[in-house]
Antibody, heavy 119, light 110 residues
């Protein structure tokens, strides 16, 4: 059974940084792309960033490019999201999701980790 | 604001069919495949349809999807109370070089 367990979400001050982790199990991690999707309170889903199976290619939405970095450690079956210069607009539930050979679609999702940006 | 537009809400009685539209453009729906996700309250999102009209593993055939030009649609037949939740279309956008979700549609079972 595919399992994706996100962690690292918490309350952080504006301008701060945070690192999210997503530990995967139940599938061959190093042949699947991974992605992060977020949902702000009362809003819809927003794709944030994706990374290829090898980690050699990364993709970002305009709203986070230059501030967020997605990476993975295939030896740990874990994908990360490094978030810098956080603002109130980054407050959201962050979901980790598993892709296929390509970045999309996302056929398995975690339960999410909550990031709140507030002073 | 998303480049994929969906109606904010739709509703139906048990057993009825509801259809959700997804309007995009030539840089996304018009030239790319469309995926559909279901997000039920308190649950993780779930992939329903990929590559425009293929049901994901375990998804009942009550769910079907199609595309014409720059618009796509998801049909839910034999509506059940368990179907109540939010539904999103999604597609890669060549102009944005990003995967975009639709604005989302809340399905209510009356």
């Amino acid at each position: 059974e595919v399992q994706l367990l996100e962690s690292g979400g918490k309350l952080v001050q504006p301008g701060g940084s945070l690192r999210l982790s997503c530990e995967a199990s139940g599938f061959t991690f190093n042949i699947h792309a991974m992605t992060w999707v977020r949902q702000a309170p009362g809003k819809g889903l927003e794709w944030v960033a994706g990374i290829s199976a090898s980690g050699s290619s990364t993709y970002y939405s305009d709203s986070v490019r230059g501030r967020f970095t997605i990476s993975r450690d295939n030896s740990l079956n874990t994908v990360f999201l490094e978030m810098n210069t956080l603002g109130a607009e980054d407050t959201a539930m962050y979901f980790c999701a598993k892709g296929g050979r390509g970045i999309w679609p996302f056929d398995s999702w975690g339960q999410g980790t909550l990031v709140s940006v507030s002073s | 604001q998303s480049v994929l537009t969906q109606p904010p809400s739709t509703s139906g009685t048990p057993g009825q069919t509801v259809i959700i539209s997804c309007s995009g453009g030539r840089s996304n729906v018009g030239t790319k495949t469309v995926d559909w996700y279901q997000h039920l309250p308190g649950s993780a999102p779930k992939l329903l349809i990929y590559s425009t009209n293929k049901r994901s593993s375990g998804v009942p055939d009550r769910f079907s999807a199609s595309k014409s030009g720059t618009s796509a649609s998801l049909a839910i037949s034999g509506l059940q109370s368990d179907d109540e939740g939010d539904y999103y279309c999604a597609s890669w956008d060549d102009s944005l070089n990003a995967y975009v979700f639709g604005t989302g549609t809340k399905v209510t079972v009356l």
